[in-house]
């Protein structure tokens, strides 16, 4: 049985639970497969790698073979942790009885954990694609006003798709290889379309705004399944294959800083928490163009507690939407008197991000961080290292202040409800607990277990004299400057208001000049219309006076002039015979 | 009073959570900017009894605090310039005509209003 289930992508067991959910009528059987199923796969991989790379699953198809199962110290990392977030996930939506959340969420879930054991681009194309289209059913339980959102977002993910089969394409026909290794580099062959398509799916700035405009719009379960893989994987995709790449440095650092302004400007929670998502998801970046292996252990590990604590985050203010029916700051405050067990769990989910120590980040950001001034020179080191110093403050402000305050505490909104179901609080303890004990001393060895290089890990501590001084001083330095705002009353209220970003280059701008292109052509095709009926008219009556038995041709000619035309024709007939040979 | 959820009393707050009413008072929301003082004077003493092992020239510059003006330089920078990028990008929630209400959605069961007094949001 084991060797049965360790033989093929372990995704492919949550896709086939996928598809017998969309069968299932019984509510509680849906609910079993969309737990079992994870923890299954879980099981396969712990029982089925043993540290040794795996290769499985090789087929042929017509010229080319693919293979569809590839397990190494890298991509496992991903692999355990897609599948606990999955259970977790599974729990999180127990209430939601619909069939289409539980069946696109397993086979979402699948696509992505086969997409993280692909072993060539052909494969990883084929599973990349079906993360979009699998999940845009999760935004679109959000409702009738997440369609069009639904729409940009597969728009935007299929285009990522197509780039990554032209990049693949192109790469394959220059190293005759398809196989998905790190021998890509950005200026070689197809890599600027292979680190585009991850781009748009990692968020690159001027690339992000999907995130920011689907996933606040999804339903509730939805937006915490959606926050755990896409991006994820992209993540994972970039670290397989550009690994080192210095550009990624500073496209990283870049999109650490620029969310954390409109993550302040935003009163929709979810949607801070969608631009926290970038913030975080530039670190992540920031380290795979670093690309040492202490910057790689990090990454990996940030992408494993990112996802739990991210997860942890989407799934109170779930709860609140939940329970209160809106998730925006300036319809919330004071509910920890209602839903106190939420709250704490949000606020463990906030010290985590917030990199606070003896909670999860702490460990994982501060060796991305370490790994900029570590890694060899390159050009602005410390000024990228000042940006990670930069977001990491405004990591406190939009979801480790913002987000717990706004929402449980500040002014009382006078809203009473009950606290969230046993379901969701299970979800949360575990993802909570999750949070304390990888970063608690004597449980981050167990994260550093998992990462890419253990032995490297090992020689990062983090729980130095040094290091928990200072970034206690960073978030106490927050701290006190949000204090101190809210006193003078210099911190912005909530208000209620649509945030421009750089989606508005499509949303309006695009749209506009698509209307007024329409328009345009419109009147052009009945101007058009009016002039071609002119020219019509105007040439049948020249035709018509002309060869009608009123017109020209029909007036007797001098007999000369029929006796100079034959000439004529004589002449140009003798011409082109003598120049023709 | 004409909405029936409106109750005067606050019966609604959870077990769980009565014990720590106090927090919503005035005097522990004007005193909280206590805790973030001392923690920031104890992790500066702590910053100068143990150095970073790996310095940046930032932390050559103030050595024993340099994350702390970091920290608060940040952010206050962050909040204030949202500020004048709020006048700038702000618009009415409508105004892609999509309607944002796909973010607002129908509570599962009924919210219960409870009269505060103070005003909601500052």
Known sequence: MIDLLTAFNPGFILMFAGVLCALFPVHYLRKFLVIAAPALALLALIIGYNGDEIIKGVVGVGDLTLTTLRIDNLSIVWGYIFCVAGILNGIFGFHEKCRITDSSALIYTGAALGAVFAGDMVTLFVFWELTAISSVFLIWKGGRESYAAGMRYLAIHVLSGVLLLAGAVVYSRSSGTLDFTSDITLAGPGGLLLMLAMGIKVGFPLMHNWMQDAYPKSSVTGTVILSAFTTKLAVYALARAFAGEEVLIYIGAVMTIFPVFFAVMENDMRKVLAYSLNNQLGFMVCGIGIGTAMAINGVAGQVAVHIIFKSLLFMSMGAVLYRVGTAKASELGGLFKSMPITTVFCLVGAASISAFPFFAAFVTKSMIIASVLEAPHFAGQYVIFAMLLFASAGVMEHSGIKIPYFTFFSHDSGKRVKEAPWNMLLAMGLASAFCIVVAAPGGYQLLYALMPDPEQAAKFHPYTGDHIAFQMQLLFAAMLAFALLKKIGAYPAERRAQILDFDWTYRKLGKNVAVWTGQMWTRMSAHLSILRGKFFKSAANRLYNFFSPAGAMSESAPSGLAAVMTASMLVITLLMIYFGT | ?122
């Open chain 2, 1 to 122: 009073m004409s909405d029936p959820h409106i109750i005067e009393n606050d019966d609604h707050v959870h077990k769980l959570a009565k014990p720590f009413l106090f927090l919503m008072s005035q005097k522990v929301k004007r005193g909280f900017i206590i805790v973030p003082i001392v923690g920031l004077i104890i992790s500066i003493i702590f910053g100068f009894i143990y150095p970073l092992h790996h310095p940046s020239p930032i932390d050559y510059a103030m050595p024993g605090y340099s994350w702390a003006v970091i920290g608060f330089v940040s952010y206050a920078f962050v909040v204030l310039a949202s500020h004048p990028l709020f006048k700038l990008l702000s618009r009415k929630e409508d105004y892609y005509g999509e309607e944002e209400m796909g973010i607002e959605r129908e509570p599962d069961e009924p919210v219960i209003h409870v009269a505060v007094e103070e005003p909601h949001h500052d």
